[in-house]
Each structure stands twice: as C-alpha cells, then as structure tokens.
C-alpha cells in the first residue's frame, strides 16, 4: 500500500514526548484525593503507589527526599491527599503524577481551611507584633484557660508551684476539642478578661493532631484573644504545633510548662535580686551616712571656728551698751529742751509785750523818713553819673563827626562801607549826614 508522503510519521518515542509536552503543559499542578494501594517502597527511597476510587486509579511517585517529609506512615486503603504534577512515563506509555506534598484526606482539608482563615485574619492586621501587649513584670492573679483534668494543667499547676508559690492561680475549666468547645473557650475568655481580676491569661492544651487542636484555629476565639484588654499567652500542643490562637495571642510558649515558667518568676531568681537589692541599699545607705558624717563634722569645725556663743555675747553686750548710749543721750536731750523752755519762760515773764510792741511803732516812726532820703540821694547821684556817661558817648559819636561836614555810607540791609570794595556798580547804598539820610547809586568812573 502506497505511503501518503502528506503525513508524518511518528515513532513510539516520539509520540510518548508530545503525550507527555501536551499533559505537562495542561496539568503543570493537580490535587488528587484518593485511596493507597499498591503501596511499594523500594531501597532508593523513593515511594510508588497507586491513588484509586470505586471506578478509576492513577499511578503516582514521590521521590526522596520528599519521601521523608511525610508525618505520616502511609498504608494500604489509607485515604490522602497528593498535590503533584501530570507526566507521561515514557517507558511504558502510562501516564503518572510526580508528587510534590502527599498528606492525610482529613487533616489536608483542615489544613487548607487553617491556611486560607490565617490569610484572612493575616490581611485584617490580628497578628501584627506592634498590636501585642507586652506581659506585667509580676503577675499576682492569672486565669489557666484549660481542661480541668488534662496533663497540661498539672503541668502548669506544677511548674507555677514550684517557681512562685505566692501567685493566686484559678483554673477557668473549659473542654479543649470536640465540636462545642471554640464556643465554650470563647465565653470564658471573655468571663475572664471582663472580670478584671487577672493580671494575664494562659491559654494551655496537650499536644495532638491538628484535628484535635483544631478548636483553638475557631475565627471566633482568635478575634477574642484579639479583643482582650488582658495579655494572653498561648500554649497549645507541642513545640512543632501552631495554631491560630498562637498568632494572635501576645506571648506564645512552646508548651504548657514554658508557659508557666514565662509567667512566673524563678524563687531562686528572685532571692537572688533581693539580696543584690540589699546589698546596693546597704552600699548607699553606708555611703549616705558616711557623707552626712563628713558634713555634720564639716559644720562642726565652722561652727567652732565661727565660736556663737561668744559672737552671741558680744552683740548682747553691744545692744546693752547702744541701750545704755541711747538713754543717756535721751536724758541729755529732754534736760535741754526743759532748760531752753525755762530759758524761753523767764525771757517771757522779764519783756512785757505790750511795752516792746510800743518801743517798735516807735522805732519804726523813726526810721521810716530814711528809706526816702535815702533813695533821693541815690537819684542825684545816678543823675550825674547818667550826664557825665552821655558827655563821654556824645565826645566818640560818629554823629558828631558827621556833623562837622563828613558822611557814612550804608547798605540797605544797614552794613556800613568801609571801602571801595564794599560796593559795586549798581549798588544802591545811603549817606548818612547830620540833618538827614541821602540816597545814591553806585556808576562807574567814567559816566
């Protein structure tokens, strides 16, 4: 049969790779639920098995180190949960999916459902560190949120015993999983924190599967803690578990113990702090006492060198001798006035009044004609002194020059000319004469 050269012929290989190009490129991530069979795990470590339902299987391969990852042991007819890849195996046209995570059906549900409510409550800002309350130094009161009658609350019960035996301690009972207890947990948180008796809170459980602690991821107890005006520590399961209420509380302890031992002090710690606490008072007091014995002898030499008593003494002995200064000078002072008022008293009975007021009239009568004479003779004196300036002023005056036929020449603004050069042409001046003023115009020489 001729060979229809339009086609192109492919071999097994060939058409195995674009099998496998087509399915890699289609399915690059699938999650498979189903049940293990065929389970087989060979010396390289890798691990084959087959996923199967009621009408189908697929065959899978999770190579090491994957393999070793697992928290669990896988087994026949266990139901899980595989994330991986699509592929085609080429060696013998089957095609197969390359595992990246294989995890319980159960657990990988809760799982995805812890991941997506930490997203949420992760954007919402609740597990950011600067929203967390820092712990008191010393807690008095705390409130154990726990089961009543598991393991961890011996645990804390024991631990906060031993290391503080003064902190006041109530253990809050509430049911730690099941499907009621997020409900439960949440109404006595809030009991607690509402009561305002409680310094902290200490949220405990034992360890378990993530099932088991699945009530403490509840939305409804993480926006609690979050709400709390009380700091809350968390301490739920193990070290490697991690729940919500892990997040969001603020202080998270990796178990119930540690917990306690966060919360309360070390005895031993703190007669340790005690006694260095003693020991600084003492230094200070000592050197406290030290200084103001240095002071008080300090003030003890001023006070000696300063000797009050005898600088007290003498200034009593100089305010008596002021006193006694001051009353003599009193004395002296009021014998005066008194001989002085006699004195006046005697002046007073010797001149009779009325006969020294007659003798003054008298003595005025008399003497009043001598102001007149007096000032008549000062007149006629004045008058010839007054006649003998104005014959000298009369000898000196220019007027009298001005008389005998000679002229002063002035300036209308009154300034006399002395010389030619005083007056220009066109100047406008005056003579003075002896019957009058005459006025002129200064013309050139030759006019």
């Known amino acids: 049969m001729p060979r229809d050269d339009a086609r192109q ?7 195995n790779a674009l099998a496998r190009d087509l399915l890699e490129g289609s399915f690059p991530s699938v999650l498979v639920e189903g049940e293990l069979g065929n389970l087989s795990r060979p010396g390289s470590g890798h691990l084959y098995f087959t996923l199967k339902d009621a009408r189908a299987q697929v065959r899978c391969a999770l190579f090491k180190p994957k393999s070793q990852w697992l928290n669990f042991v896988p087994r026949e007819g266990l139901r899980v949960l595989a994330r991986g890849r699509l592929t085609l195996y080429e060696a013998r046209g089957d095609y197969q999916l390359i595992l990246d995570s294989l ?6 549900a809760l799982r995805r459902a812890f991941e997506e409510l930490k997203q949420k409550l992760t954007a919402e800002g609740l597990f950011d560190t600067e929203r967390k309350r820092p712990l008191p130094a010393f807690v008095r009161r705390l409130a154990v ?3 009543p009658s598991g ?30 207890a997020p409900a439960q947990i949440v109404a006595m948180l809030q009991r607690a924190y ?9 949220l405990a459980r034992g360890g378990g599967s993530l099932e088991d602690l699945w009530a403490f991821n509840d939305e409804r107890l993480v926006r609690a803690i979050a709400q709390s005006p009380v700091p809350v520590v968390s301490a739920i399961g193990h070290e490697t578990d991690f729940s919500l ?5 603020d202080l998270r302890a990796p178990t119930p113990s540690v917990a306690a031992e966060l919360l309360a002090p070390s005895r031993h710690d703190l007669a340790l702090r005690l006694q260095g606490l003693q020991r600084r008072s003492s230094r200070l007091m000592s050197h406290r006492l030290h200084r103001d014995a240095q002071r008080a002898d300090r003030a003890a030499l001023r006070l000696h060198a300063l000797r009050p008593r005898a600088r007290l003494d003498l200034l009593c002995r100089r305010q008596l001798e002021a006193q006694r200064r001051l009353d003599h000078a009193f004395r002296k002072q009021l014998e005066r006035l008194h001989a002085r008022l006699r004195h006046a008293d005697a002046v007073l009975r010797t001149m009779a009044p009325k006969r020294r007021i007659a003798l003054l009239r008298q003595r005025l009568e008399s003497l009043r004609p001598r102001p007149q004479a007096a000032i008549m003779r000062r007149l006629r004196h004045d008058q010839v002194h007054l006649r003998g300036l104005a014959r000298s002023m009369e000898a000196v005056s220019p007027l009298k020059t001005v008389a005998r036929g000679y002229a002063i020449l002035q300036h209308e603004d009154g300034r006399i000319v002395r010389s030619v050069q005083d007056a220009r042409v066109g100047d406008r001046v005056s003579a ?16």
Do not use: C, N, W
Request: proline share 8%.
């Open 432 to 447: 003075r004469l002896g019957d009058g003023q005459l006025p002129l115009k200064v013309i050139a020489p030759d006019e």
């Open 245 to 249: 209420s892990d997040f969001v509380a």
């Open 9 to 15: 012929v492919l071999s097994p290989s060939q058409l």
């Open 194 to 202: 509402r009561s305002e008796r409680y310094d902290a809170i200490l």
């Open 145 to 147: 949120v726990t089961s």
């Open 103 to 108: 995890e319980e059906a159960g657990e990988g």
């Open 151 to 180: 393991a961890a609350v011996r645990d804390v019960l024991s631990v906060l015993s031993r290391r503080f035996p003064l902190m006041h301690v109530d253990v809050l009972p509430v049911p730690v999983q099941g499907e009621g």
